[in-house]
């Protein structure tokens, strides 16, 4: 493993959180040698991930749906012994639905695709082509994720890919979100190569040279839905390092080491906080008197997602379902954010001659109707579905899950928190702080917060 093991006589490490990133530190930690407890105040691991089985054949996914295979995601997936419940997503799924003009139109998936699609106009396309001559230029200042896209691709692409795509990814708005913070890879592309389809090139090439395979990673989940990777972590990590239905409300260093409210005769060399933004912003820091507040993180914007998850007939549902999902463009005034089509995308989710779907709504775009309650959102979610796939009954089986706070939106205030977070490290030392308020908000930008912050906890 190349770890060196450092002496068991030193304190503990304390980790507070126990999702995929606080568990990807706990497991770097524990393979370095060193001794960690896992604080949460949940009865299972696993934080926003949970996959609940409901008779006859449901499996529901309240949280995140899949996963990017990345090379880092694979290897953890060999090393838990997961391979065997690796579900990788169907070949269908490749197609991927937009609504444009009240009808649900295929995304082209390839450049000879795009260039043949009947989606986007021929000037569109030009402008695409175009790209790929575009200089580099430099770029002093971040700006809005929507006039960044704009400017390399115009409004037609940014109002149908780009926007629905971060409706997909973080329920948004391009036009808050900051394109440095949002989107990086393409931030740093456009400085390296001042076209983002050169920047795709060279990425493309790159993994080839690394003998990777081509496109973008596979997307998976488990046989038993995607919390089996949490499961398996946590189930890999010595006995006791877990404290579930604990929650650490204050924390503070002594010379003899970090103490926690929730174990008062306990000792701890360092502390990581894998949490969300809002769980921060209630923590009690340092020694009572001088206590250093993360209370600003609580203005961070996490817009509300409701997801309903819906079983049908097979029959009861026009539409083949012969892709990922659908997304919903704001520009088309949908009151859905999107659809996904769980049982085409991972079969064995639904009963035999059934299908499953789960609807997102809310979002930045409509918070309002994330809060409200299930009988004024399925009213409004049929009569959508019944137009959008031919779904003209009633589901058979409905799940709903509520995020008041989803995802953190990478605004162009993004930085004012990030300096926050810096200040904090910089006042207690031996404190570290990760996780999708910092470090990318994707499953395998958990694993890598995970992995940073364990470094971070080694380093002397
Ligand atoms: C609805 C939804 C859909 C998503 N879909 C996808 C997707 O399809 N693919 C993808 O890659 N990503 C997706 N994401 C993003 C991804 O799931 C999350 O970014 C990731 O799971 C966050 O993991 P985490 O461990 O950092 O935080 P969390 O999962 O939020 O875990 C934090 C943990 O901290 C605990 N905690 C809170 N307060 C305290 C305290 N005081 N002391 C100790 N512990 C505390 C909580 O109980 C929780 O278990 C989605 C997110 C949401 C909400």
């Given at each position: 493993?190349?770890?060196?093991?450092?002496?068991?006589?030193?304190?503990?490490?304390?980790?507070?959180?126990?999702?995929?990133?606080?568990?990807?530190?706990?497991?770097?930690?524990?393979?370095?040698?060193?001794?960690?407890?896992?604080?949460?105040?949940?009865?299972?691991?696993?934080?926003?991930?949970?996959?609940?089985?409901?008779?006859?054949?449901?499996?529901?996914?309240?949280?995140?749906?899949?996963?990017?295979?990345?090379?880092?995601?694979?290897?953890?997936?060999?090393?838990?012994?997961?391979?065997?419940?690796?579900?990788?997503?169907?070949?269908?799924?490749?197609?991927?639905?937009?609504?444009?003009?009240?009808?649900?139109?295929?995304?082209?998936?390839?450049?000879?695709?795009?260039?043949?699609?009947?989606?986007?106009?021929?000037?569109?396309?030009?402008?695409?082509?175009?790209e790929?001559?575009r200089?580099?230029?430099?770029?002093?200042?971040?700006?809005?994720?929507?006039?960044?896209?704009?400017?390399h691709f115009?409004?037609?692409?940014?109002?149908?890919?780009?926007?629905?795509?971060?409706?997909?990814?973080?329920?948004?708005?391009?036009?808050?979100?900051?394109?440095?913070?949002?989107?990086?890879?393409l931030?740093?592309g456009e400085?390296?190569y001042?076209s983002l389809l050169r920047a795709q090139?060279?990425?493309?090439?790159?993994?080839?040279?690394?003998?990777?395979?081509?496109?973008?990673?596979?997307?998976?989940?488990?046989?038993?839905?995607?919390?089996?990777?949490?499961?398996?972590?946590?189930?890999?990590?010595?006995?006791?390092?877990?404290?579930?239905?604990?929650?650490?409300?204050?924390?503070?260093?002594?010379?003899?080491?970090?103490?926690?409210?929730?174990?008062?005769?306990?000792?701890?060399?360092?502390?990581?906080?894998?949490?969300?933004?809002?769980?921060?912003?209630?923590?009690?820091?340092?020694?009572?008197?001088?206590?250093?507040?993360?209370?600003?993180?609580?203005?961070?914007?996490?817009?509300?997602?409701?997801?309903?998850?819906?079983?049908?007939?097979?029959?009861?549902?026009?539409?083949?379902?012969?892709?990922?999902?659908?997304?919903?463009?704001?520009?088309?005034?949908?009151?859905?954010?999107?659809?996904?089509?769980?049982?085409?995308?991972?079969?064995?989710?639904?009963?035999?001659?059934?299908?499953?779907?789960?609807?997102?709504?809310?979002?930045?775009?409509?918070?309002?109707?994330?809060?409200?309650?299930?009988?004024?959102?399925?009213?409004?979610?049929?009569?959508?579905?019944?137009?959008?796939?031919?779904?003209?009954?009633?589901?058979?089986?409905?799940?709903?899950?509520?995020?008041?706070?989803?995802?953190?939106?990478?605004?162009?205030?993004?930085?004012?928190?990030?300096?926050?977070?810096?200040?904090?490290?910089?006042?207690?030392?031996?404190?570290?702080?990760?996780?999708?308020?910092?470090?990318?908000?994707?499953?395998?930008?958990?694993?890598?917060?995970?992995?940073?912050?364990?470094?971070?906890?080694?380093?002397?």
């Amino acid at each position: 493993m190349g770890h060196k093991s450092e002496p068991s006589t030193r304190l503990p490490i304390a980790i507070l959180g126990a999702g995929l990133t606080g568990l990807a530190a706990a497991r770097q930690l524990v393979r370095a040698g060193r001794r960690v407890t896992v604080f949460d105040p949940a009865p299972i691991p696993g934080g926003v991930i949970r996959s609940e089985r409901h008779e006859p054949g449901w499996l529901v996914e309240s949280g995140p749906n899949s996963l990017q295979e990345t090379p880092a995601v694979a290897d953890l997936v060999r090393e838990l012994g997961l391979e065997h419940h690796r579900q990788p997503a169907a070949p269908a799924a490749k197609n991927r639905y937009i609504l444009r003009g009240g009808l649900l139109r295929r995304l082209p998936s390839s450049p000879p695709a795009f260039l043949r699609s009947g989606l986007f106009s021929t000037r569109t396309k030009l402008r695409v082509l175009r790209e790929f001559f575009r200089p580099r230029r430099p770029r002093l200042q971040d700006l809005p994720l929507a006039d960044f896209f704009c400017e390399h691709f115009g409004p037609e692409l940014l109002a149908y890919a780009l926007d629905p795509f971060v409706s997909g990814i973080y329920a948004g708005d391009p036009s808050r979100l900051s394109a440095r913070h949002a989107f990086p890879s393409l931030w740093k592309g456009e400085k390296e190569y001042g076209s983002l389809l050169r920047a795709q090139l060279a990425a493309s090439r790159a993994k080839r040279a690394r003998g990777e395979p081509p496109g973008p990673p596979p997307i998976i989940s488990f046989t038993d839905g995607l919390a089996e990777l949490p499961l398996a972590l946590a189930a890999s990590l010595p006995r006791g390092t877990l404290r579930l239905e604990t929650a650490v409300n204050q924390l503070s260093p002594s010379p003899d080491g970090w103490i926690l409210d929730a174990a008062p005769s306990e000792r701890f060399d360092r502390v990581i906080l894998a949490l969300p933004a809002p769980a921060l912003a209630r923590l009690g820091l340092g020694p009572p008197g001088a206590r250093t507040s993360l209370a600003s993180l609580n203005l961070l914007e996490h817009p509300p997602v409701t997801a309903l998850f819906l079983g049908y007939p097979r029959t009861d549902v026009e539409h083949p379902l012969d892709g990922f999902g659908m997304l919903c463009p704001s520009a088309e005034k949908s009151p859905l954010l999107g659809v996904l089509f769980n049982s085409t995308l991972f079969p064995g989710r639904a009963p035999a001659g059934h299908v499953a779907l789960t609807v997102m709504l809310g979002g930045v775009r409509q918070p309002d109707l994330a809060r409200q309650p299930l009988d004024s959102q399925l009213p409004i979610v049929e009569k959508a579905l019944a137009t959008l796939l031919g779904a003209r009954r009633p589901p058979v089986f409905v799940h709903r899950t509520h995020w008041p706070r989803a995802i953190p939106q990478y605004q162009m205030a993004h930085d004012s928190y990030l300096e926050v977070i810096a200040a904090a490290e910089k006042r207690l030392p031996g404190m570290h702080i990760g996780g999708p308020v910092r470090d990318g908000i994707g499953l395998p930008a958990c694993l890598s917060a995970g992995a940073r912050l364990a470094a971070a906890a080694l380093n002397p």
